[in-house]
């Protein structure tokens, strides 16, 4: 099983709003990840999680919070967005140099 | 500065001939590559992968080539078909950057029929 769950698919928030992406992985990988993707542009990372602890946050917004609950579990609470945050949101996981991404998250800030 | 570049956004082979998409990093601390491919508003499929101590690594028709001195990869399709048609993005890694990978721009693939 080399999946990667997200949900929901497609998602259309108010900046006044606060929602949750879900992220899920039952591979038993310790790394996972938050990226952010614009049209036509190459995946661009925003949190890395290494044993259910954050390691990597790229200079992010606080209006991006992440959360990893446990090993194969990653949540991304989203609050007080701009239009400008409207992107493919996608999650990946990786054991090695390898990582395996999710389908995405395709986000629409009103 | 980017890291990894990939100067053709896009490419347009005839059905059955050979795709060749090209890579170039600049940081000599890379010693693992990885081809993706992508679909709209689909996340990224991994397709193929090298590790810096091999130059050459072959999955069915796809085949990717490392050439370290000149830090450039190159990804060959061949047969290409029809169902190729998508954005190939090479991505790059390194030990001593954790789990940090760095992605290209990418290039658009049309296989015309």
């Known amino acids: 099983d080399t999946e990667v769950t997200q949900t929901p698919k497609h998602l259309v928030m108010g900046m006044t709003n606060k929602k949750s992406l879900k992220c899920e992985q039952h591979?038993?990988?310790?790394?996972m990840y938050w990226y952010k993707q614009k049209a036509k542009k190459p995946p661009e990372l925003m949190f890395v999680?290494?044993?259910?602890?954050?390691?990597i946050n790229e200079s992010v917004p606080s209006r991006f919070s992440p959360e990893c609950p446990n090993s194969s579990l990653l949540n991304l609470h989203l609050h007080a967005l701009q239009p400008e945050d409207s992107a493919l949101y996608l999650c990946?996981?990786?054991?090695?140099?390898?990582?395996?991404f999710g389908p995405g998250t395709r986000l629409t800030v009103l | 500065d980017q890291q990894v570049k990939q100067n053709s956004p896009s490419l347009s082979v005839q059905e059955g001939r050979i795709s060749i998409l090209n890579c170039d990093y600049t940081?000599?601390?890379?010693?693992?590559f990885l081809w993706y491919k992508k679909y709209p508003a689909e996340g990224p499929t991994f397709l193929i992968s090298?590790?810096?101590?091999?130059d050459k690594n072959e999955d069915g028709r796809f085949t990717v080539f490392l050439n370290k001195s000149a830090k450039h990869l190159s990804l060959h399709i061949v047969p290409s078909q029809p169902g190729d048609s998508a954005v190939y993005f090479c991505?790059?890694?390194?030990?001593?950057?954790?789990?940090?990978?760095?992605f290209g721009p990418g290039t658009r693939l049309s296989v015309l029929p």
């Open positions: 591979m038993g990988h310790r790394a």
């Open positions: 999680y290494s044993y259910e602890k954050l390691s």
């Open positions: 991505a790059a890694s390194a030990r001593n950057y954790g789990q940090n990978f760095v």
């Open positions: 940081n000599s601390m890379f010693d693992y």
């Open positions: 090298i590790s810096s101590i091999k």
């Open positions: 990946a996981s990786s054991q090695g140099p390898l990582q395996y």
